[in-house]
């Protein structure tokens, strides 16, 4: 049977920008996939999805124009109930046939097989293939329905017919034209409300011609191109958009680069059609605002590309990707020009009024801003985050640490109430470091009132002192231990507070920096904090938010490629300094690969299992009371090997500390082939329960090895 690639184009009205790309990738990619379920194209079949402003398609190669036949074997019911005692067919049988479309003359052919216990009868039949039209309408109308639309759009239709009337529809945007070619030939199908045909649009202003007239499936990117003057392809036009902002920056020279943002790209890449980069400039004088603020209204505000200097620094140049290639570009570089200026005049305002105040003035302020209903203002968390920093700063450092650390967690949300962050937020923070700076502040609380927000996302950099250090843990604690005082717990995907992040910074600040901070302690004094606040419930605060805490270490741990086992031994016996879990992992990474590890963990399982049963137990052992020679040798081999093993734990020496305990796997063997624990005597028993106690503590300082037995 005939292929041909397969062309599929939805035209419509300028879609959503942040939304272009999964936009273009699920429209193809469902298209593909309902072919393929159909038998229609070949599961190894190459797609090219294609996304502009206007336009949705697909290009799927080796399509067919109708899918194979497939034999269809459809059980009826229990032989028994479809042929009486003489062979002949039942009333239920023929009414069963003939829902099928056949009679009583299909009977002798019926299949005979064993369904479970009963022999029942099959009717085998060959269903035809799919059509191309048939399968692509069923596809097509899939794809249309699983689009991930940010936001449906409800417009009227015309009929079509000679009374006015109209017709709703609903979609992402306005669609106005539907292009179905399997090789030259137009598949008829319809969707929106549109019947398919070979004509499409390209540049709103700079097509050749209009309507571009398609030859076939496979033109379709090459005609958009030198027709519409469209580049159809997404990752073809954002290459394109990557590659004149590179030339463009060298044009301009000095070691100038464009800023580098994915998203923007992104962004830029799902506006224009044709891509034109232009050079524009700005007012040094501009400059003197931080830079910081000056990217951010340029890339947010207007979608330019600064330009830095080879040592990073903002320079008065930015590039604009636009969609227009006049050959005078001097109108639409004036124009964005023109257009960038008041937004960094504004910028430059609101930074020299925000100096006039001192950030110590604005903390007043801040009883005023409400940061949760029953948690108070941010007035009220800014004084639990200076208790909780001093308390942190004088178990890590001195004096000058603890008033370092308090001051700049009391000025750290000073920024919040300035004219720049009321209209940036993303620069709060940033702002706090440079106002600080501005008002003569140590540059230890200047860079902590910035970093004390990270991390900010997964592979962030940490806080680069110790004064950001604490700050940024008692501004996360405050605020796990906050929302789970009141209950404010995450649900699902719902974590409006971003606890699951704040929980991941608080885990690598106490692991990478190698606190020495134990988590219930620093739950609890946290928790002092909130004293008086109703409906706060302590037990919420440390107990449930330790376990959510290690349940995130948990998660981490497995995705840097621990394994569930040794992650559940070494976090069973809720290990308090965090900054110690590496190195227990190491250790129990390490042990696992002994040859005795298998036997001692099984045995750790099995002493576990017994203690249990046993709760009258106790760890002391009589040696007068010591009777079998296996229990004997036991007792004689740990009273070697444990002050060994605990003298290397002490050391912090983990791996060596679980190693010397390896030398315990003959004689504890030895000792359950040897010994019955539950002795008749409960002298005896109460010993060597004691003895299997000593045991079990001593094995499982390290981690619960336990958790490692098969």
């Known amino acids: 049977m005939s292929s041909a690639s397969l062309l599929v184009e939805l035209f419509v009205e300028e879609l959503p920008p942040k939304a272009l790309k999964k936009l273009g990738d699920a429209f193809a990619g469902v298209l593909r996939d309902q072919l393929v379920a159909q038998g229609l194209a070949q599961p190894g079949a190459v797609l090219t999805p294609y996304a502009s402003p206007r336009r949705l398609a697909a290009h799927i190669t080796h399509v067919a124009e109708r899918a194979a036949d497939k034999a269809v074997s459809q059980k009826l019911m229990p032989v028994a109930v479809g042929l009486d005692a003489s062979g002949q067919p039942t009333p239920a049988l023929l009414k069963r ?15 005979r097989a064993m369904d479970g216990k009963a022999e029942a009868l099959f009717y085998e039949s060959t269903a035809m293939g799919a059509t191309l039209a048939e399968g692509l309408q069923k596809a097509l109308a899939e794809a249309i329905a699983k689009l991930p639309i940010p936001k449906v759009m409800s417009y009227q239709l015309e009929s079509g017919c000679e ?23 137009v598949v008829p199908v319809e969707a929106l409300g549109l019947k398919a045909g070979r004509e499409t649009h390209g540049h709103r202003f700079e ?24 580049i159809a392809s997404f990752e073809a036009r954002r290459a394109e958009i990557a590659r004149q902002l590179a030339a463009a920056a060298v044009t301009v020279g000095g070691g100038s680069v464009p800023i580098e943002d994915e998203a923007l790209l992104d962004e830029v890449t799902a506006l224009v059609e044709r891509p034109n980069v232009l050079v524009c400039s700005f007012e040094r004088e501009f400059l003197e605002v931080p830079q910081e603020c000056l990217i951010l209204t340029m890339k947010a505000n207007q979608k330019y590309f600064p330009l830095l200097d080879a040592s990073g620094r903002l320079t008065n140049r930015f590039l604009v990707v ?4 006049p050959e005078d570009a001097s109108a639409v570089i004036g124009g964005n020009e023109r257009v960038v200026r008041p937004r960094l005049a504004d910028a430059k305002f609101f930074f020299d009024q925000d100096r006039k105040k001192s950030l110590a003035s604005r903390v007043e302020s801040l009883g005023k801003v409400v940061y949760h209903n029953k948690l108070g203002t941010q007035g ?49 923070g940033i702002m706090g470091r440079y106002y600080a700076q501005h008002d003569g502040l140590d540059a230890s609380v200047a860079d902590a009132i910035e970093d004390h927000y990270k991390p900010r996302f997964a592979g962030d950099e940490l806080p680069r002192n110790t004064v950001g250090l604490v700050v940024a843990l008692a501004d996360k604690l405050e605020t796990l231990v906050g929302m789970f005082g009141i209950g404010n ?91 110690e879990v590496p190195k227990l992992l190491a250790a129990v990474r390490a042990f696992a ?84 624990v539950n002795a008749e005597q409960a002298d005896l028993r109460l010993n060597r329960l004691g003895l299997l106690m000593s045991l079990h503590a001593a094995m499982n300082r390290v981690a619960q090895l336990e958790r490692l037995a098969v």
């Open 380 to 428: 009220e968390r800014v004084e639990r985050v200076m208790r909780i920093a001093r308390g942190i700063a004088e178990k890590l450092g001195d004096a000058t640490l603890a008033a370092h650390a308090t001051q700049a967690a009391q000025l750290a949300k000073a920024d919040l109430v300035t004219d720049m962050v009321g209209e940036f937020p993303e620069l709060q």
């Open 97 to 111: 046939l003939g829902a099928l479309g056949a009679d009583a003359s299909a009977v002798p052919g019926l299949k």
């Open 207 to 230: 097509a050749a011609v209009d309507p571009v007239v398609l030859r076939d499936a496979n033109s379709y990117a090459l005609q958009l191109q030198e027709e519409g003057a469209v």
């Open 593 to 676: 690969a002994l040859p005795a590890a298998a036997a001692l963990a099984a045995a750790n399982k099995r002493i576990g299992n017994i203690l249990k049963k046993a709760p009258e137990a106790d760890a002391h052992v009589s040696e007068l009371l010591l009777q079998e020679p296996a229990e004997k040798a036991l007792h004689a081999a740990m009273a070697q090997v444990v002050p060994a093993a605990n003298a290397q734990f002490e050391a912090g020496d983990y791996t060596a500390s679980l190693q010397t305990l390896a030398a315990l796997r003959e004689p504890v063997d030895a000792f359950f082939d040897g010994v019955m």
């Open 163 to 185: 009374l006015p009337g109209w017709t709703s529809v609903s979609f992402v945007r306005p669609a106005h034209g539907l292009v179905a070619l399997h090789g030259d030939a």
């Open 489 to 579: 717990l995450p649900t699902g995907d719902r974590d409006p507070f971003a606890l699951r992040r704040h929980a991941l910074g608080v885990i690598r600040m106490l692991i990478e920096k190698d606190l020495p901070l134990g988590l219930d302690a620093l739950l609890q004094e946290t928790a002092a904090q909130f004293g008086g606040i109703a409906g706060f419930e302590s037990s919420r605060a440390t107990g449930e938010l330790q376990d959510f805490i290690l349940d995130r270490l948990a998660g981490s741990l497995r995705e840097q490629g621990a394994s569930a086992q040794e992650v559940e031994a070494v976090l069973a016996p809720r290990p308090q300094r965090l900054g």
């Open 322 to 325: 636009s969609n227009i290639s």
